[in-house]
């Protein structure tokens, strides 16, 4: 998923300015320290909708809306598919959806039991619709935590152990907490704070609306469930136009930024200090030029960027409002300082009357890594994996029953000679044979 750990984000603190603005203070552009040098952004190439309107059975509007992917079999022992992607319709009903695949590329398969949340949820709520839909692993709640909006006018929270049933939990963010005269609250991505010093475990981008002005807000919180709303936008005004929406926070090569969309039609890009209080100038990050018409653009909207496969991965919301869809664009650029890329499932199985769990790791980090894989059953050693090929031991418990657990599997590369090591784990679920 795109949202990053915390302790990613630890070494971004020494960007922030040495006195940061306190809450409410005048929003300034942000200027990173001239010894760092802004890595060029990935360059973007267009792939082709997902959400295709004459194969989906839910699509009760004819338009999808603002992307949210999980990396699902992170948090999952048994998920649908590696990945999960959850949109919606925005007009009435709406309803927050989702699809899965194996592979950012596809193919995506739809659910078939969406939507995985309806505008009306009795006794928590009935609203003419439900949309905007963003996930995050909550580690506090051990859960799958998903904010959407529904109506307009308020953000609220939803929370799963699969990833598609949920549990209502409460609202977020509504007008009155975003300030007197604000009328719209919606379009809300959530985080781990990345500011090391803060008292807050999680922030979020929204958009408000006061007057004809759209803006992106911030709001902080402890646990996920609880937010305080900061009183000044973050962006809003000036270069962007009176309207933008569709905030997200990104990294790329050390830099924080906030991505968003405005009424250009293109996706914007502003770097942003780990305090979430200071912007850098708009940077264009993608527009996608209209085919009958070179010089106009297709609007592009709510971005989600996930790097992971040895690619970087641009899911956004494509067309005319009321007439949207997801798409997908593709760069071949990647972090440099991601050095892994490896997939990993653990799987509980039975042979011959006897419990043994598999572990599959499969290598697309661009590049050799000695993969480890250990559990409570033993372990194996594999140096030098190629990049694109797997390896999958199986595990023999040596008797009929193993109780649910987790395989982890330690990684390690060696670029110019010195050892950089990760660690990831898979959950196996429980099996008597």
Not at 54 to 68: D, R
Not at 280 to 302: F, S
Request: one cysteine or more.
């Amino acid at each position: 998923m795109s949202r990053h750990p915390r302790s990613r984000f630890m070494r971004l603190a020494a960007l922030a300015a040495a006195g940061a603005l306190a809450l409410g203070a005048t929003v300034t552009e942000y200027s990173p320290p001239s010894a760092v040098a802004l890595a060029p952004l990935p360059v973007f190439t267009e792939v082709g909708e997902i959400t295709v309107d004459s194969q989906l059975t839910y699509n009760p509007t004819g338009e999808q809306i603002f992307p949210s992917v999980l990396h699902a079999s992170e948090y999952f022992a048994n998920p649908l598919g590696e990945w999960y992607l959850y949109y919606a319709p925005h007009e009435n009903p709406g309803g927050i959806s989702l699809m899965y695949a194996d592979d950012l590329d596809g193919p995506w398969t739809e659910h078939t039991a969406n939507p995985v949340v309806a505008n009306v949820w009795q006794p928590h709520y009935s609203t003419y619709h439900v949309s905007s839909p963003d996930v995050i692993w909550n580690t506090q709640a051990d859960k799958l935590f998903l904010y959407f909006h529904g109506g307009n006018d308020v953000t609220r929270i939803a929370s799963s152990d699969d990833g598609i049933t949920f549990d209502y939990e409460k609202i977020a963010v509504d007008n009155a907490a975003s300030g007197t005269g604000v009328t719209e609250t919606s379009y809300a991505r959530v985080f781990p704070h990345p500011d090391p010093a803060s008292i807050y475990e999680y922030a979020m981008f929204y958009m408000d609306k006061l007057g004809n002005k759209r803006r992106i807000r911030v709001a902080e919180s402890v646990d996920g469930l609880d937010w305080v709303v900061r009183p000044t936008p973050l962006v809003g005004g000036g270069s962007d136009g009176d309207n933008v929406s569709g905030g997200n926070l990104w990294e790329w090569e050390g830099q924080l930024y906030v991505i968003y969309h405005a009424g250009s039609g293109r996706i914007h890009s502003r770097t942003v200090d780990p305090t979430l209080t200071t912007t850098g100038p708009l940077v264009a990050l993608y527009g996608l030029p209209d085919p009958a018409d070179p010089t106009k653009l297709i609007r592009a909207a709510a971005p989600e960027i996930v790097s992971a496969e040895g690619k970087t991965y641009l899911f956004y919301e494509q067309g005319d409002r009321l007439n949207a869809t997801i798409s997908l664009a593709v760069s071949d650029a990647y972090p440099s300082d991601q050095p892994f890329d490896v997939d990993a499932t653990a799987t509980s199985t039975c042979a011959n009357g006897v419990a043994r769990v598999t572990v599959r790791a499969h290598n697309e980090s661009g590049r050799a890594v000695d993969i480890g894989i250990a559990t409570s059953y033993g372990g194996r050693q594999f140096n030098g994996v190629a990049d694109g090929a797997t390896v999958a031991p199986t595990l023999s418990s040596g008797g009929a029953s193993i109780p649910s657990g987790t395989a982890t599997i330690t990684l390690v590369v060696r670029p110019n000679g010195v050892a950089t090591s990760a660690t990831i784990t898979a959950p196996y679920t429980a099996i008597t044979c």
